[in-house]
């Protein structure tokens, strides 16, 4: 089993908490990804088979990608069931927060969550974590959510109520949140734990097929047409930018997820060490950041879009026009010139 680095006292903590509830409730951030997902399905199993009454609960829909996942279909999409989500909060015993730092990765959900009734138990790997929470098991040094909860299960003693199901949901968190184990992964850990969720049955060739093989014609197409008409080069700062407004979008029927991972592939060309991605949205602009070595994207994240998120990878939100967010982006460069453009 791989090094214990959660520490002793709060997986006791954890326990007494898990022990004495009986309604759990695992809510995780808006725009859930693969890590979001798979570590709240995973959790939720765990805690079912405990004999708890759980549900989860997402701000907003996740990505058409996820839907094959077992139990994705039992989420429950508090933008289409406000009052009945509202309900859940209240009734909840405990609420486990999963992936995300500070309430405001809820969105509508943040006032709920903190105001719940309910004692509340982090588990999560963003740095800064806030402190709304009973207990807070934050671990940025890890590649994922998923990988924190399966060493909780282990620490709690549930090794064994792994079953395939679960480890798949496990797997697909930690494979998304690393792009199937190409940055942020080069602990020895992540390489043992796959090994033992490859011994509770799954196959990891075909994870990634239902993750990564699965687009439309039409996605794939929208991908084409960014690079080839949308992508812009900033060859004195090291950086890209992709743009994408919301006409463009109906006009390659996007859906949830589809855009998904677009921001890291001008990160392949030679040189660039910066990615930005700015999506219009019926009422907001989302941006995703990207980073290759130590250009810190959650400080720039931070400091143009009011975001936060990993080193080398971050987002950010922008009400206003795409214009103006774009603007934005191209007047911070020059102020990271000299971060953009050292060797590291
Ligand atoms: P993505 O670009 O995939 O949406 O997000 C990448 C990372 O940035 C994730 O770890 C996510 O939690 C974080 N992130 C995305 N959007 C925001 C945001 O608006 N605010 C903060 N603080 N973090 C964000
Ligand atoms: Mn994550």
């Excluded at 943040?110 to 974590?129: G, S, T, Y």
């Excluded at 090794?159 to 697909?172: G, H, V």
């Excluded at 490859?198 to 060739?205: A, M, P, Q, R, T």
């Excluded at 975001?307 to 774009?326: I, P, T």
Aim: hydrophobic fraction near 40%; charged fraction near 25%.
């Amino acid at each position: 089993m791989p090094d214990k680095v959660i520490a002793e006292h709060s997986i006791q903590e954890a326990k007494k908490l898990i022990d004495s509830s009986k309604r759990i409730v695992i809510v995780t951030h808006v725009s859930p990804d693969g890590d979001a997902i798979g570590s709240s399905l995973a959790l939720c199993r765990i805690l079912s088979q405990m004999g708890k009454h759980v549900d989860v609960v997402v701000p907003n829909n996740y990505p058409s990608f996820l839907k094959w996942m077992n139990g994705v279909k039992d989420i429950i999409v508090a933008e289409w069931k406000e009052v009945f989500a509202k309900g859940v909060f209240r009734a909840a015993d405990l609420i486990f927060c999963l992936d995300f730092n500070i309430p405001k990765r809820v969105q509508q959900l943040a006032e709920l969550v903190e105001n719940a009734p309910a004692k509340k138990i982090m588990i999560d790997h963003h740095p800064q974590p806030g402190d709304f929470c009973d207990v807070t098991i934050s671990h940025p040094e890890l590649s994922s959510t998923s990988e924190l909860l399966f060493r909780f299960i282990c620490a709690l003693g549930m090794y064994d109520a792994i079953d395939k199901n679960c480890a798949e949901c496990i797997y697909t968190g930690m494979m998304t949140d690393t792009g199937a184990f190409t940055y942020n992964s080069n602990s020895p850990d992540i390489y043992h734990i796959i090994s033992k969720l490859l011994e509770k049955g799954i196959n990891k060739d075909i994870l990634y097929q239902k993750v990564y093989n699965n687009y439309s014609e039409s996605r794939i197409r929208l991908e084409g047409y960014v690079l080839y008409e949308k992508m812009k080069i900033f060859e004195d700062y090291n950086a890209a930018l992709i743009t994408l407004s919301c006409e463009e979008q109906q006009r390659f029927q996007w859906k949830k997820g589809d855009t998904e991972g677009f921001v890291n592939i001008p990160l392949s060309i030679e040189n660039i060490r910066f990615s930005v991605f700015i999506r219009e949205e019926e009422n907001m602009i989302k941006i995703s950041l990207r980073s290759q070595g130590g250009f810190p994207s959650n400080q720039f994240a931070a400091d143009v879009f009011n975001g936060g998120g990993h080193l080398n990878a971050s987002g950010g939100e922008f009400y206003g026009k795409l214009e103006d967010a774009v603007r934005l982006f191209e007047e911070a460069l020059p102020r990271y010139k000299e971060q953009l453009t050292i060797k590291n």
